[in-house]
Nanobody
Framework: QVQLVESGGGLVQPGGSLRLSCAAS????????VGWYRQAPGKQRDLVAI???????NYTDSVKGRFTISRDNAKRTVFLQMNSLKPEDTAVYYC??????????WGQGIQVTVSS
């Protein structure tokens, strides 16, 4: 059974930082593409950042230069370092694993609120 467990969310002031973690179990983590998505109230779930098995990364334009995605295959964990946070970054953040065969797995989501 595949499980993805996110942690590290919370309330932060504008300009602050948070580091999200997603720990995976039940899956061969190192061969998969992993990413972070987010969904704000009333909006669709959108890609934030993604990293493939070779360590290549891609970011949505709005977070480039502020967010960094990384992975530790030995610990089966993916991270999202979020700096210079803005109120518009407020959303539920979801961890995602995509296998080479095209199967998708999602975490339960974690709230990030950027507010003064």
């Amino acid at each position: 059974q595949v499980q993805l467990v996110e942690s590290g969310g919370g309330l932060v002031q504008p300009g602050g930082s948070l580091r999200l973690s997603c720990a995976a179990s039940g899956i061969a983590f190192g061969i998969n593409k992993v990413g972070w998505y987010r969904q704000a109230p009333g909006k669709q779930r959108d890609l934030v950042a993604i990293i493939n098995s070779g360590g290549n990364t891609n970011y949505t334009d709005s977070v480039k230069g502020r967010f960094t995605i990384s992975r530790d295959n030995a610990k089966r964990t993916v991270f999202l370092q979020m700096n210079s946070l803005k109120p518009e970054d407020t959303a539920v953040y979801y961890c995602n694993v995509a296998t080479p065969s095209g199967r998708l797995f999602w975490g339960q989501g974690i709230q990030v609120t950027v507010s003064s």
